[in-house]
Nanobody, 116 residues
Framework: VQLQASGGGLVQAGGSLRLSCATS????????VGWYRQAPGKQRELVAR???????DYGDSVKGRFTISRNNAKNSVYLQMNSLKPEDTAVYYC???????????WGQGTLVTVSS
């Protein structure tokens, strides 16, 4: 199973970025997928997730600014991030999970830096 995250970078506050996570080696459509982030000195936290049925859930700090989506035909998940703030600076990780199968896969992370 491979998860390849991309799209991170340096952006000014108020700007936008779109993260992508391409996967392979799994039947992507049956997995719940999500984005998590970890800032220096902090615990990893949920950013957004979307289940196999398309229902979404967001961390309180990103509601209204970030949008998660998935394309099952491309085995990929995306995170559109708008109105970025310096506190959004973190390494962002994509995650695939299927509890019934005890599968929990993580990508390598992509760094997002938001300057003030």
């Amino acid at each position: 199973v491979q998860l390849q995250a991309s799209g991170g970078g340096l952006v000014q506050a108020g700007g936008s970025l779109r993260l992508s996570c391409a996967t392979s080696g799994i039947i992507f459509s049956i997995y719940d997928v999500g984005w998590y982030r970890q800032a220096p000195g902090k615990q990893r936290e949920l950013v957004a997730r979307i289940n196999s049925g398309g229902s979404t859930d967001y961390g309180d700090s990103v509601k209204g600014r970030f949008t998660i989506s998935r394309n099952n035909a491309k085995n990929s998940v995306y995170l559109q991030m708008n109105s970025l703030k310096p506190e959004d600076t973190a390494v962002y990780y994509c995650n695939l999970r299927r509890i019934e199968l005890r599968h929990d896969y993580w990508g390598q992370g992509t760094l997002v830096t938001v300057s003030s």
